[in-house]
């Protein structure tokens, strides 16, 4: 064989060779990039999954939080009727009466304003749903013992307010309830506070200016 051949098939030869690494290497980059790629979409995919229960566990915690906040007392709530709405409501079921005294509490999981009144020939009662307005339940006795005395109901501070205050002298608990009443001759609220400090309380409020009289 003349060192022409020789040299033309040893180059021939260098070339297949040289040609299998570079497409092995080639295999091997792309091995290494679709490796790289899994792992990052794996991790993608991971990121995804956490993030999405996290943001599953907050709305669970602000679900729990949301329930939770609807136990507390009234006084962390805020009602559709207000003092002044059930006011007017009564006065239109009932005109030309005088109210005698105003509940607030709940009645089967419902928040009710309970109202006694009286005029010269009847007593009345009626609750109003807190929520909706509506009377759910009405009475009238004809039987009036002529020693009803009315609320006067001019520029009262409202239950929230005297409700903080009820609060502020316990220092700790929730308000269960309050009832507008007559005591001595003032207009006040009876706010009935749950878990205080010492023990559960009623705290006495001058309905028309807010201050603390008294604690039962």
């Known amino acids: ?37 899994a792992q ?17 566990s907050g709305t669970t915690d602000e679900s729990s939080s949301s ?11 805020e009602f559709d009727i207000s003092l002044d709405d059930a006011i007017q409501i009564y006065n239109e079921t009932h005109p030309n009466s ?9 009645d089967d999981a419902k928040y009710e304003y309970d109202f006694d009144g009286f ?24 039987d009036n013992d002529d020693n009803n005395e009315a609320l006067n109901l001019d520029n009262i501070v409202s239950p929230q307010e005297a409700m903080t205050t009820a609060l502020e002298e316990v220092g700790s608990g929730y308000v269960d309830s ?7 001759g003032l207009t006040v609220y009876e706010i009935s506070i749950e878990n205080s400090q010492d023990d559960d309380d009623d705290i006495i409020i001058n309905a028309q200016t807010g201050e603390f009289i008294n604690k039962d």
């Open 119 to 142: 005029d010269d020939a009847n007593e009345y009662e009626l609750s109003i749903d807190a929520s909706t307005g509506e009377a759910v339940d009405r009475e009238t006795d004809s």
């Open 1 to 37: 064989m003349t060192n022409k051949r020789k040299l033309a098939l040893l180059t021939l030869v260098s070339t297949g060779i040289l040609g299998a690494c570079g497409t092995n290497s080639s295999n091997d980059a792309d091995l290494e990039e679709q490796s790289s790629s």
């Open 67 to 77: 329930s939770s906040g609807s136990t507390q007392g009234i006084n962390e709530q």
């Open 40 to 56: 990052e979409s794996s991790m993608d995919s991971h990121s995804e999954d956490m993030s999405s229960e996290s943001s599953e």
């Open 98 to 106: 005088s109210i005698e005294s105003i509940e607030f509490d709940d």
């Open 178 to 184: 309050w009832h507008l009443d007559t005591e001595n």
